[in-house]
C-alpha cells in the first residue's frame, strides 16, 4: 500500500497501517477505514494523496487525477487511530 498512499511533508501513515473497505460490494466501496500503523507522522494539515492508477469504479472507469483528502483536524494522532474517509 506504500505505493497507493501519500502524505506532504515526507509524513506517514505509520509501519504496518491498515485500509479497509466499509460495506463494500463486489470489492469496491465509497468509504474505506484507515487505522494507523506504529510511529505515525501524520499531522491535521496533511493531504492524503491516492494515486489515481489504483482507483477505479464498477465499470473500470479509472479518474484523470489523483484523490486528495484533507487531513482532519483532532486533538491528536497515534497508533491505532482509525478515521473512515468518505467517497462521493
Not at 509501519?15 to 460495506?23: I, L
Not at 474505506?32 to 493531504?47: E, M, N, Q
Request: proline share 5%; aromatic share 12%; charged share 15%.
Amino acid at each position: 500500500m506504500t505505493n497507493v498512499f501519500s502524505l506532504n511533508s515526507s509524513h506517514t501513515l505509520g509501519t504496518g497501517f491498515s485500509v479497509v473497505a466499509v460495506g463494500d460490494a463486489n470489492g469496491f466501496s465509497t468509504q474505506f477505514r484507515i487505522i494507523l500503523g506504529t510511529s505515525p507522522s501524520i499531522v491535521a494539515i496533511d493531504t492524503l494523496s491516492v494515486v489515481k492508477d489504483r482507483v477505479e469504479d464498477g465499470p473500470g472507469n479509472k479518474p484523470k487525477a489523483g484523490l486528495t483528502f484533507s487531513v482532519p483536524s483532532v486533538c491528536g494522532f497515534s497508533s491505532g487511530w482509525d478515521y473512515t474517509y468518505y467517497a462521493k
